[in-house]
Structures are given as C-alpha cells and as structure tokens.
C-alpha cells in the first residue's frame, strides 16, 4: 500500500485487516503481460525499459521462464514493486495455501484470477456456481493470509441472464468478504457494456484496475475475444479513458495498470503514461 495516509476506512476479514485509502493516491503501475514479447527475448533488458519509463508498481503474471531469485533480483534491482499477482484457476483450485506463499514471496497484496472454465465461447449458469464454490474457499484462505482474491472479467460474463447479465449473478455468487474483482476498462466496452456506469454501479467490488483503451470503430463481441490490434494509445480510443480515471480517482481505487496486449505496446505505453499524468 502506499505509504500516504488520509481517511481510512477499514475492511475487516476473518484474521486480517485490509486499510483501504478512501480518496487520493493512486499509482500507475503496468499489467507485465504487455510487454510479453520483449521479456521473452530479455527479461532484465525489459524490465530496465520498464523502469526507465517511471513504472513502479506492477501485475505480474508468470516470470518468463526465470526462477524466484532470478525474478525478484530483477525486480528489486529496478526498484519496482510486485502489488498484484496473476493466478491461474486451477492453482487457485488445487493449491491455494502454495499460491498464497508465492505471491506473498513478491510481497503482492493481491492476487488476480483472469479467467474461469467454460465450454467453447460462453458462460453458463452452471460455470459461474462452479467458480464460485472454488473461488469463495480459495479467497477466504488467501485472506487469512494477508492477501485479496480478485476475478479480472473477459467480457464472456456479460451475456443476458434474469433482466441482467451473468457478471451480475457474479456479484451475488462471488462472496464479498473473500472475492473483489478487477476491471479492465477494454472487456467490458467490448462486450458491449458501459465501463463508467458498472464502476459506479458495483463502485464497492472494485478494487483494481486495468486501463486500455480500443480503436474507433471496432465492433463489439462477447465472447472474451479481440483482434489486439485494436489497443490504441490511452485518451484516443472510444472507451471514455478519462471519465473512469476521474471516478476511479473519486472511488479511491489505488492501483491501476496499464495493460496494452498491441505489437506497439513498447511505443504506446508512454504516451498512455502521458495521457494519464495530465489526468491527475
């Protein structure tokens, strides 16, 4: 957590206190997945690119074939800080207890599942009460040790169910005290929902954030795929970057990445950068 302190207010789960800042500062940090191609071919080349562009925090999601003191040497090395670690179902399914230790040995304080199993392009009823059951036992044990579990919707979450959507069953099947839940700004508008109006309307669920913004003109899907391509720079696309940094800004959410999956990424990143500090 950063180290400013104003009003808190204070979340209280079985054995461990998460202090959440209710106001200001944010952190712009980086989703690593961006950079996936480069940190193949040089992991600590890339992680000084990283660096250099001012990133001090960020989402990691594997370690690009290194081991744990290779990883995290290079991380302390650029000075940059682990806040939220990527975690795949099954792991969280089968091995939560080791889950919890790794990614508290990058000192994360979250932990982020991207995706839940499902037959072909969509979700079923079925699917999300089966996610739920493994995600709420899994959460509760990552809480009692120190660490928040967050489901990072894809957009296969949102096809109509009950006058809603299957991301609102969600909310009510993923127990609140154990399960939070990531937003990134691009699945949502892509699977034809309105990013602005669900952070406000689930404004106590979300807790982290993945900032990407989509090329004018591109046509919807929901079934959790894109052409990535159509990641443009931040404040230039049609997902309303700014108006959801200012209510992410408001709603006191600290830590917020930048995720570009583009072959430009490398290029784009800091011009996002840019965008988003004349934002603060």
């Not at 209280?12 to 989703?31: D, K, N």
């Not at 290779?70 to 302390?76: C, H, P, Q, T, Y």
């Not at 969509?122 to 699917?127: A, F, G, I």
Request: net charge neutral.
């Amino acid at each position: 957590m950063p180290c400013c302190f104003g009003k808190f207010k204070r979340i209280v789960l079985p054995f461990v206190f998460f202090i959440v800042q209710s106001a200001t500062a944010q952190e712009i940090g980086l989703q690593l997945y961006s950079l996936r191609n480069q940190f193949a071919k040089d992991v600590p080349g890339t992680m000084d690119k990283v660096r250099k562009m001012g990133i001090k925090e960020v989402e990691m999601f594997g370690t690009y074939g290194l081991g744990f003191p290779e990883f995290i040497k290079i991380l302390a090395d650029n000075e940059i800080t682990v806040t939220s670690y990527g975690a795949e179902f099954d792991k969280l399914k089968n091995f939560p207890r080791k889950l919890a230790d790794e990614a508290r040995s990058y000192g994360a304080k979250f932990v982020v599942c991207f995706s839940i199993p499902h037959e072909g392009d969509y979700l079923t009823v079925e699917d999300v009460d089966s996610a739920a059951d493994i995600l709420n036992k899994a959460g509760m044990i990552l809480a009692y040790n120190g660490l928040l579990l967050c489901y990072h919707p894809h957009g296969y979450e949102f096809r109509p169910y009950k006058g809603g959507t299957l991301f609102d069953y969600m909310m009510e099947k993923f127990d609140q005290r154990y399960v939070q839940f990531e937003m990134d700004v691009f699945w949502i508008k892509q699977a034809g929902q309105d990013p602005l109006a669900l952070l406000k309307k689930y404004s106590n669920r979300f807790v982290l954030m993945h900032l990407k913004d989509r090329k004018h003109g591109t046509l919807n899907t929901d079934n959790g795929k894109a052409d990535v391509e159509t990641n443009v720079v931040l404040g230039t696309g049609d997902v309303g970057i700014a108006e959801i940094f200012q209510e992410a800004k408001r709603l006191g959410i600290q830590h917020i990445f930048i995720e570009d999956e583009s072959s430009r990424s490398l290029e784009q990143i800091p011009k996002s950068l840019k965008f988003l500090r004349t934002q603060w």
